[in-house]
């Protein structure tokens, strides 16, 4: 069963969880848009059928020279895939939070194997 959810509440629950990221690591955090869409649209190359919830774009901190022309790097969420495998709305709040801590993480050079190690994945 879907769940369904407007988009004002799932922009709200995406702020919750982007508020509960600790002041000392948010203050580093520069030059990083989030969106959410409905759903991931798999470049040519990869499976027609990928399902991503969320996805980081970017060059992570870790990576990072003095390049002062960097585009801002980018944090999307896809709000139809996250309610499709949730029951509930408190399970999307849930997953919402999970899908930004995961994505920030790669921003700070976190990569998928230490976060499925932490339960962030």
Known sequence: MTVRMSDEQFDAAVTDALELIPDQLAAK????????????QPEPWENPNTVLLGLYEG??????????????????????????????????????TVTVVHE????????????RRLGWA
């Open 29 to 40: 955090i520069d030059n990083v848009a989030v969106f959410v869409e409905d759903r991931y």
């Open 59 to 96: 060059t992570p901190l870790t990576e990072r020279g003095e390049e002062p022309w960097a585009m801002p790097d980018r944090i999307t969420l896809y709000k139809e895939a996250i309610l499709e495998i949730c029951q509930s709305e408190h399970e999307v709040v849930e997953q919402v």
């Open 104 to 115: 920030v993480a790669h921003f700070f050079g976190i990569g998928d194997d230490t976060l």
